[in-house]
Every structure is written in structure tokens, then in C-alpha cells.
């Protein structure tokens, strides 16, 4: 991290759980720097995949980013893992759900969730997908996705 400090970083939107809520977590809480102050700039690369590139083409020098994108430009060839030095994982976080309203029929509901779970189950869909799966879910699983909304805000109070 030391290497990084006076460099360019970017978050990835400021909506993003993996490019922004968590980095800036991590770096208040567990890393005690304040990115505005640590890095020459700070600014928003608009997406994961555009991170790994900006970073790969030295257009800015360190970048948050998740590791399913990651991985999918590592699949596609477009870069490698030894184009990049890893400087923190976090603990895993939920992935992005799928949700439907509450007031469509339970057989409808039924069906949708059956239909992606089927996807577990066909190793090309998988391939395609590169997501991991799918899985049931319920709004306690994102419990910490909140916390760590609650914990930045706390965190920004102490700035």
C-alpha cells in the first residue's frame, strides 16, 4: 500500500457494494486512510472491467474492483493475473440478487427461482454465466451489506 500512496486510484461507481462501500471501508476502518488524502486522485472509472483495463494500461495505478470481474477478463484473455499486484481482499460479500415483486403468484415465483437453479446444474451455463450459481437467498443475507453502509457513515462522522 505504501506504493500506492500519491498515485491515481479509482472507486468503480459510487453505487457499486465491491468498488466503493467496501474499499472505503477498508480503507477508514482497517487501513486508516483517507483516500481523498492518500492518493494524488481519486475519481470513478464507471464500471469493474474498466478498472482492471485502466490500471493494465497504466491510465491510473490502483483500482477497486471484485474478483468475478476479474476473473471473467482473465477467462476472455484480456489480461492476466501477473499484470497486477494485489494490495487487500476483503471477506466475501453477497453478490448482486434477483429479486420479484411480492405480489406476483407464488407459482410464478416458483418457477422463476427454478429456472436459475436448474443453471447449477449445466456446467456450459456456468461457464457462461461466471457467476457461481445460483442459490435461494433472503434479505438477512445482505444484513451486512447494511452494517457496512452504517459502519462508513459512522467512520465518515470521525473524519
Known amino acids: 500500500m505504501e506504493k500506492a500512496k500519491g498515485k491515481t486510484f479509482a472507486f468503480t461507481d459510487p453505487n457499486s457494494t465491491s468498488g466503493y462501500l467496501v474499499p472505503n471501508v477498508i480503507f477508514a476502518r482497517d487501513m ?3 483516500p481523498e488524502k492518500y492518493f494524488a486522485e481519486v475519481r470513478f472509472s464507471g464500471s469493474h ?4 483495463l ?4 497504466g491510465s491510473i495505478q490502483v483500482a ?3 474478483n468475478i470481474d ?3 477478463m482473465i477467462e476472455k484473455g484480456a489480461v492476466s493475473l ?3 499486484n494485489i494490495i487487500k481482499r476483503s471477506d466475501m460479500i453477497p453478490g448482486a440478487p434477483i429479486a420479484v415483486r411480492k405480489d406476483l403468484p407464488e407459482s410464478l415465483k416458483c ?3 427454478g429456472s436459475l437453479l436448474k443453471i447449477n446444474d449445466d456446467p456450459e451455463a456456468l461457464e457462461v454465466l461466471q457467476n457461481g450459481g445460483y442459490r435461494h437467498t433472503s ?5 451486512m451489506v447494511r452494517y457496512l453502509k452504517r459502519l462508513k457513515a459512522e467512520l465518515a462522522k470521525k473524519k
Open 54 to 57: 485502466a490500471v493494465k494500461n
Open 82 to 84: 501477473q499484470d497486477f
Open 32 to 34: 486508516k486512510v483517507d
Open 70 to 72: 476479474m476473473d471473467r
Open 64 to 66: 477497486a474492483t471484485n
Open 49 to 52: 472491467g474498466a478498472s482492471i
Open 111 to 113: 418457477a422463476i427461482a
Open 139 to 143: 434479505d438477512r443475507d445482505y444484513d
